[in-house]
């Protein structure tokens, strides 16, 4: 979806808390932060992303510009059904399935 699409009014999760944020600086121009999600509309209890923002402006008196938003299930018992990754050209959820495919072939 383009970034008109994830903006619009209810596209937005509603109720997400987060924990544990942290914020790496590289640079003064560039920065990543990290934080856990719990969705509160995801569909399952418990679904529980490991989020991860990029940061990015042209100088030290700019304003800080977001990226990249990627979103991965946080643990192995993870119920989050899905994975988000958005960029300058909107986002893509890619969502879990029963099946596990690589390369054409059924690994599983």
Known sequence: DDWSTCLAE????????????????ESPTLAYSTCV???ANAGVDDAT?????KWVRGGEEDEWKLSLHQTIPWS???R???TLRCDCRGCTALA????RRTFGGIIG
């Open 96 to 99: 879990r399935s029963p099946e």
């Open 80 to 82: 989050a059904g899905g």
């Open 49 to 53: 992303l490991l989020a991860v923002q």
């Open 76 to 78: 192995q018992s993870s």
């Open 37 to 39: 999600e719990f969705p």
């Open 10 to 25: 209810g596209a937005r999760p509603e109720g997400m808390s987060i924990s544990g944020s942290d914020v790496w600086f």
